[in-house]
């Protein structure tokens, strides 16, 4: 999600590339991300290869902004914590 916030849209080879990770993982996350409709996913051919790309949807980016404000609250409280 982080990646796509970055750049209007990139391909499944390109977030592969970029996590390091299998096909059939990355399939099985980006599902769940459509599903949750955080992210769209447009499938098309490049000649004849078949090209898929994905795009943060406004829901997807706003999930993404509240996660990461709870993560900078836990990091606050962990400083916190070990300023005592």
Do not use: W
């Amino acid at each position: 999600m982080s990646a796509l916030a970055a750049a209007e849209s990139l391909t499944f080879n390109e977030i592969k590339a970029l996590l390091e990770t299998t096909d059939g993982n990355l399939s099985v996350h980006a599902r769940k991300l459509e599903e949750a409709e955080y992210v769209t996913c447009t499938k098309t051919f490049d000649g004849r290869r078949p090209r898929t790309e994905y795009r943060l949807t406004s829901v997807g980016r706003r999930e993404l902004n509240r996660y990461l404000t709870h993560m900078e609250a836990l990091i606050q409280a962990t400083r916190d914590t070990l300023k005592r």
